[in-house]
């Protein structure tokens, strides 16, 4: 976007989507990482657009009786809409029981709908009428061909995915990566900085608990800690 012109005054998210949807206002969360939830209101094309990320981390529901339109990021807040009945719907219990969550788009109220994932919802303020389509398919993305060109190309792209998530942990090793990419890996970590090697440890395992470390639920275990330093991972029982 900067390279396009845009100047930025913050580094606030929400300057870079409204930056993006101004770019391409039909396809502006394409390149977005991460987890979102988004409204936009549109007034000059007098349209509403939300958004939903691609994994639908971040909840958005919304409701629509033909006449009222509402969404929130959570559906008790919808409870306020004076137009709304709070039925319970008894097709998403039967789904809960099964699955153990309710699938989208169904809530636990029969006139609440939940935005599935890598859906967007736009509504015509003019002539009101929701309109859900997919953006992303998980089944498109693992069906187009990746490769890389090089061994550089291939730490550019884990050196972009380290500071772009901003971790504090700078190397993940979770007992299924073979020792010789473990040297490239270091290389890119910052000397000193917290770092987190799995050894005698099943890959499920760590894979669970790097999970929970990450999602800010669970500490690392002091043994599973470590610093980078030339060549090597110090700390490491």
Known sequence: LEAKGYVFQSRCDTEVVLAAYDENPEDFVSEFRGMFAIAVLDSERH????????????????????????????????????????????????????????????????????????HSLTIDLQNPHPSVRRYWDVGDYYASPKSFKGEQEVLDALRDQLQTRELDCELIEVGCIGTCYIEPIISIAKPGRPSVFYGEVTAKRAAQLVESYLAGDDPLPECALGTVGEGRIDGIP
């Open 47 to 118: 349209r509403l657009t939300l958004v939903r990320d691609r994994l639908g981390i971040k909840p958005l529901y919304y409701y629509w009786d033909g006449t009222q339109f509402g969404f929130a990021s959570e559906v008790t807040a919808l409870a306020a809409l004076p137009t709304l009945t709070l039925d319970v719907c008894q097709d998403a219990i039967r789904q809960f029981l099964l699955y153990g969550y309710i699938p989208a788009p169904l809530s636990i109220f029969r006139n609440v709908q939940k935005l599935p994932a890598a």
